[in-house]
Each structure stands twice: as C-alpha cells, then as structure tokens.
C-alpha cells in the first residue's frame, strides 16, 4: 500500500538557517504530493502541493519538487524564521480512485532567535 | 475565507459516556473526513464520507461511528468513551478526489 516515510524529529534551528526536512513515498501509479503544515494549537493547512513530476511547489518561502526518479519530495527553506516553528506533514493522494491521503508522522522544527 | 469548524476545541468526558464531535464545512465539498492525531503515530484516518449518508471505514474505525445527514456536517461518534480514545481529533473536507484536504482547528478530548 502507499505509505510516506519523513525525516524524524524534532529539528531545532538558528533563525535564518537552511532548512530540509527529508520525505520519501511509496506508491503505485503517479500521486499528488503535498506538504502540510500546524501551528501549535491548530489544525493542519495546506503549505504547497505537486501534481505531477518535476513539478515544484512552493509558498513562503519553502519549496519542494516532485522527483519520481528518487520518490522524493523534500521540503526546503532557504531562511527560516522563528515564525516558522511548527510541524510539518508530508502527504500524497494516489488517486486511482481513492479519496484518502496518506500521511507522514510529521516533523516538529523549533527556530530559535 | 473556506472554513471548516468544529464543535469544541477542548472536551472532557468521562469513562463509557457517548460523545459527539460535530464538523462542519461551509465551502460545498463532496467528501468530508475525521482523524485522530497522537504523538509519535502522525494522523490516522477514522472514517470519511463522499456523499450524504455514505461512510467508509478509515485505518481505526473500531469504537467509532460517523453521520452525515447533512453535506455540510459530519459527526463522530463515540458509543462508549474509553480512556484510549484521549486524543485530539481533526475534520476535514476535500472537493473530489485527490484534492487538497481543509482542516478544521481540532478537538482535544480527554477521556476520564
């Protein structure tokens, strides 16, 4: 079945530091991929999305590409904030069908000032 | 603004009493879904319904059941509430299939 598999954590930064939070899938067919993110106390929103391969998503300044070749769609930041404390869920949508996505168990990033 | 909401954000119940978390969404999506989220175990999917009165068994439906009446809510269901059943438990909605999930902000229930 599909599953996604994410870098555990937590991962502690300075402000302004790289970020890559690792995420790797398996799958049958060609899913969507998503990254989502949850501020402390609330519910999960979607960061930014993939559909197809080679596709790069991105939005505020994280981005992540679709890469069939490595099943990989890791999440990059180029300078993190303190705002960006958080946990971050991997997801894909295999479609064939399907209604559900399929999560990774999530990984808590802290940036300190 | 797309909203899903849902009934309570912190609920305590005690051992064997029926609870009911209550979802709604306000943006006309077909498919609507329920899971628990804990530490360590990520988010797992309960039920989820693609249509009024339809449901399908998630990866844990034991000791759950849903409703949907209406297309804008979906209800869970606890029968008999069990100190496992502490968890914080999150809606959502998709338009169709593969789609883009919206959360709701969650519900924290502590079983007693």
């Known amino acids: 079945g599909d599953s996604v598999t994410q870098m555990e954590g937590p991962v502690t930064l300075s402000e302004e530091a790289f970020l890559t939070i690792n995420c790797t899938y398996t799958a049958t067919g060609y899913p969507s991929l998503f990254w989502y993110v949850q501020y402390p106390g609330e519910g999960l929103q979607l960061l930014l999305k993939a559909t197809k391969a080679d596709d790069k998503g991105s939005n505020k300044g994280f981005e992540a590409t679709y890469r069939k070749e490595t099943t990989s769609f890791h999440l990059e930041k180029g300078s993190v904030q303190v705002s960006d404390s958080a946990v971050y869920f991997c997801a894909l949508g295999s479609g064939a069908g399907s209604y559900q996505l399929t999560f990774g168990k999530g990984t808590k990033l802290s940036v300190i000032p | 603004d797309v909203k899903v909401t849902q009934s309570s954000r912190y609920l305590v119940k005690r051992t064997g009493e029926k609870v009911f978390l209550e979802c709604v969404q306000d943006?006309?999506?077909?498919?609507m879904f329920w899971y628990r989220q804990d530490p360590g175990l990520g988010l797992r999917l309960i039920y989820f319904s693609y249509d009024v009165k339809m449901k399908e068994k998630g990866d844990i439906p034991e000791g759950y059941s849903v409703s949907r009446e209406k297309k804008e809510r979906f209800s869970l269901i606890l029968e008999s509430a069990s100190t496992n059943q502490t968890s914080m438990y999150l809606c959502a909605s998709s338009p169709g299939l593969v789609d883009e999930q919206f959360f709701g902000p969650g519900t924290r229930l502590t079983v007693l």
């Open positions: 943006m006309d999506h077909e498919n």
